[in-house]
Every structure is written in structure tokens, then in C-alpha cells.
């Protein structure tokens, strides 16, 4: 989701990230801090401190709720040295950004404010709202023209220059009939930055410290004032799940095309989910109706077939996936082997031109190159309260229907008859039976049918 480096970004600016995440998110209804909803497996706060990260920042502060230690967690998970401020009450967004006071004091050379709730911004867009800085600006808006400007704040312009930002309800007419709005993320030079801050009032229709008001602030003082235009969508806000919905919509599609402007064919991409940090490796195939959940890597040449589903895996190149696959946490699978339908692995290693084709389970294992894993096989691998490894040597063939009971190790080159249930070790080249002799017992199912219809009967 990165995109390409602005000058800014590889500068010797210092640059101060502070971002805004003690909103309640009482719309969202639900038990759960907003900005840890997910999108794209990873939450809006994550999203936002990977972005300002990837933008330059050399610090960064989170300015949270009370008692919300959890989205504290959540931000130093990210960025083990970011700091975290509480705003303890909720007077508006120029108040929410002096909470980071003890940050701004530090005076770096640019300070960046973003939302928490705004998770689409990319590093580029970032780095744009820095570059006026360095060419003496002191406070820069960043702005979009909207479809339906209601609400929103209005940027008041004179050419290239921000004269004002009024907020809707404190908007005349002729404001509120400007289209270019304001998309809530500000950068201010640090040098001057408290010095605007501190001088901002609650003279306005919600009687609190409106960020917006450093731009008149900045003009009143002397400072050069600017404004940077981005599309609607990239600063698409999140405030219930509607609006979550549509973000994961509008950030997969990012994602979509990212994989296949690098070489990745989506047969059909509406239908593919993908996370934030998926890897698909060049000419990977990927049919309609997969899902991919967090830590993928998939390498070159690899085909996902229809309907599979994979979570915290590494695939090999030339290996094919499904359909109809279920890769769990800890899947490994080598190159050229093939985990086909209705299959379920993890924390396996399924090793190069392994076969485990279809109706098969397993878990904490170990499937050695070459091995032929026959249709209904499963590792038996817990017993209630500890897991079991099974390690099945190289070569090895293991019958449909076997039940491996762990810990136990199939050697190399090894066959297990089907139908087996196998508790004891292996030896190479061995072969295997766990089952008992068939017994035949000639006309007994007619006998049995007529007993049946006579119990029937009474």
C-alpha cells in the first residue's frame, strides 16, 4: 500500500506525527475502541502509524481517550516508540492536539496531525502536505472537492493560498456553497506551532478548540498559509460500520490492482480479499473466491485454486492451492506440491512435489519431498491437553484413510496400507498395516433383514 517517495520523505526534516485516536465511536456501536476496527486485517490505527511512518515521521505521538490503554497497546504494537497522550477531556481537535504538548515542545521541523479514523491517506499524500513547510509555509490544509459538501468544513482560497477553513455550521451561504473541503489532516512548522495552537478559542457554534482555526491564526500573525488537494476517497473518514464497509471495499481495490500491476493474474478480482501484507510473487494465479488473511507470502508461478482460504502460510513457487483449500497458521508448503480440495493444514511443512490431494487434515506435522498423502488421511495430533508432532520421511506413500496417531514418525520411502491406524514408529522402506483381518460371513445380510421386518412388525 506504500507508493513511491517524495522529495520530502528522503530529507533530513525532522517530523513530528501526531495522531488522533480518542474518538468513542459511539456509531460504530460496539464494545471495541473505533480505530481498532479492522480493514484489510489490520486496524484503522495500524493503518494510519504504518502510513505516517512510511511518510517520514521521526516521532510519533497518539493522543487517546481515558482509560483506553488498549488502543495504547494497539499503537506501540505498531511502533514500539510512539508515545501516547490522554486527553482526559474532549473539547475539540485543537484540543486534542495540545494534549501531545510535551511532543511539540521538542519543535521539530514539520508536525503532521492525522486521524486515526482516516485510514486511506497514503505516504505520498503525506509527504505533499510537508513539502509547503519546507518552503516556508507554517500551517497546511489538506483538502477535497466533494460530491455533497455538506458538513463538511470549506477551504476559503485566494489562488494557491488557504485564507480560512469554516466549519459548516459556522459557514455563510456563500461558503456553503464552496465545494473544496476539508479532509481534517493539518501540518504545521514546528517552530511556530504552539505559538498558533495556543492562541486558538472557542468562539464557534460547538464552543470548542477547532483545529481548523491555525490557518486564521497563522495569516494573523504573518505566516504563509497553503493548501493541498487530494481525491474524496483517500480521506474517506470512519464513523459506523457502513462506512468501515465501504473503506474495506475502497482499500481492496487498491490492493487488487497493486498485486497485478505486479505481475499477478486475478481471475476475477471483485471476488478476492486480500490483507495488508499479502506477498504474491510474479505469474501467481489466483481464481475467484479466495481469501487471504494476514502474513501470506505466496511465491512465483504458484496457482490458488477457487474457494480457498489461507492465514499465515508461505507457498513455494510452482505449488498449486485447492480449491476448496483451508491453509492455517504455521502452513508451509514447498515447491511443486500440491494441497488440493477440501484439505486442511497447519503448523505443517508440506515438502517439495509433496501430493495431499483432497479430504485430508493435517496438523503438526512434517511431510517430507515426494510424499503421496492418500484421500481421508488425518493426523491425530491432540489429545485434549497437549499437541503431537507427526513426521512423515521423504518418498513415503500413506494410504486413504489412515488415522496417524502422534507423536510418530512414518520413515522414508515407508508405506501405510489404507484404512490404517497407525500408533507406533515407521522404519524406512517398512510397510505398515494398523487394521483388523476382514471376516466374511456368507448370507447374513439376508437373515439379518428378516429379523429386522419382524421386529418391525411387533
Same mark, same amino acid.
Given at each position: 500500500m506504500?507508493?513511491?517517495?517524495?522529495?520530502?520523505?528522503?530529507?533530513?526534516?525532522?517530523?513530528?506525527?501526531?495522531?488522533?485516536a480518542a474518538g468513542e465511536g459511539t456509531r460504530m456501536k460496539s464494545n471495541k475502541p473505533k480505530v481498532l476496527h479492522e480493514i484489510a486485517n489490520r486496524s484503522m490505527l495500524g493503518h494510519v502509524m504504518a502510513t505516517v511512518m512510511s511518510a517520514g515521521a521521526t516521532e510519533v505521538a497518539v493522543v487517546i481517550g481515558p482509560d483506553?490503554?488498549?488502543? #495504547?497497546? !494497539? &499503537?506501540?504494537?505498531?511502533? /514500539?516508540?510512539?508515545?501516547?497522550? +490522554?486527553?482526559?477531556?474532549?473539547?475539540?481537535?485543537?484540543?486534542?492536539?495540545?494534549? #501531545?504538548? !510535551? &511532543?511539540?515542545?521538542?519543535? /521539530?521541523?514539520?508536525?503532521?496531525? +492525522?486521524?486515526?479514523?482516516?485510514?486511506l491517506v497514503t505516504p505520498d499524500t503525506?509527504?505533499?502536505?510537508?513539502e509547503p513547510l519546507a518552503n516556508g509555509a507554517a500551517v497546511v490544509g489538506l483538502g477535497f472537492e466533494a460530491r455533497n459538501p455538506t458538513g463538511y468544513g470549506r477551504f476559503v482560497m485566494s489562488g494557491d493560498e488557504l485564507l480560512h477553513i469554516r466549519e459548516h455550521k459556522d459557514a455563510s451561504e456563500e461558503e456553503r456553497a464552496i465545494t473544496l473541503c476539508n479532509g481534517g489532516l493539518m501540518a504545521l512548522r514546528g517552530d511556530v506551532a504552539l505559538t498558533i495552537l495556543d492562541r486558538i478559542e472557542t468562539k464557534n457554534a460547538q464552543a470548542e478548540y477547532y483545529l481548523t482555526d491555525a490557518v486564521n491564526i497563522a495569516r494573523r500573525l504573518g505566516y504563509r498559509t497553503a493548501a493541498v488537494i487530494v481525491s474524496e476517497q483517500e480521506v474517506h473518514g470512519i464513523n459506523d460500520r457502513m462506512q468501515l464497509a465501504m473503506a474495506e471495499h475502497m482499500i481492496q481495490e487498491r490492493l487488487r490492482r497493486n498485486v497485478m500491476l505486479s505481475g499477478v493474474t486475478l481471475v476475477a478480482p471483485e471476488t478476492v480479499f486480500l490483507s495488508h501484507d499479502t506477498q504474491l510473487g510474479r505469474d501467481v494465479v489466483v481464481e475467484p473466491h479466495v481469501v487471504f488473511g494476514p502474513g501470506v507470502v505466496v511465491e512465483d508461478r504458484t496457482v490458488i485454486h477457487s474457494f480457498s482460504h489461507l492465514e499465515r502460510t508461505h507457498i513455494a513457487a510452482d505449488a498449486r492451492i485447492g480449491p476448496f483449500a483451508r491453509l492455517r497458521p504455521g502452513a508451509s508448503v514447498g515447491p511443486k506440491a500440491k494441497v488440493g480440495n477440501f484439505v486442511e493444514i497447519k503448523n505443517t511443512d508440506v515438502g517439495a512435489g509433496a501430493k495431499v490431494s483432497h479430504l485430508t487434515y493435517l496438523g503438526d506435522a512434517s511431510v517430507g519431498a515426494e510424499v503421496n498423502i492418500g484421500a481421508g488421511t488425518i493426523t491425530c495430533n491432540y489429545d485434549g491437553f497437549g499437541k503431537y508432532r507427526t513426521e512423515i520421511g521423504e518418498g513415503a506413500f500413506i494410504g486413504s484413510n489412515s488415522s496417524l496417531v502422534a507423536p510418530i514418525t512414518i520413515g522414508k520411502g515407508a508405506f501405510v496400507g489404507s484404512g490404517s491406524v497407525i500408533t507406533e514408529n515407521v522404519t524406512d522402506d517398512a510397510l505398515a498395516l494398523g487394521r483388523s483381518r476382514q471376516v466374511v460371513k456368507e448370507e447374513w445380510a439376508g437373515s439379518f433383514r428378516e429379523k429386522a421386518k419382524a421386529a418391525k412388525k411387533r
Open positions: 506504500t507508493s513511491s517517495v517524495s522529495p520530502v520523505q528522503g530529507s533530513a526534516r525532522s517530523c513530528l506525527a501526531v495522531v488522533l483506553r490503554e488498549d488502543v #495504547a497497546t !494497539e &499503537a506501540h504494537k505498531i511502533i /514500539p516508540g510512539a508515545r501516547a497522550f +490522554v486527553q482526559r477531556e474532549r473539547r475539540g481537535t485543537g484540543h486534542a492536539v495540545l494534549s #501531545a504538548r !510535551e &511532543a511539540l515542545e521538542r519543535e /521539530p521541523d514539520d508536525i503532521i496531525v +492525522v486521524y486515526a479514523d482516516t485510514p503525506l509527504a505533499k502536505l510537508r
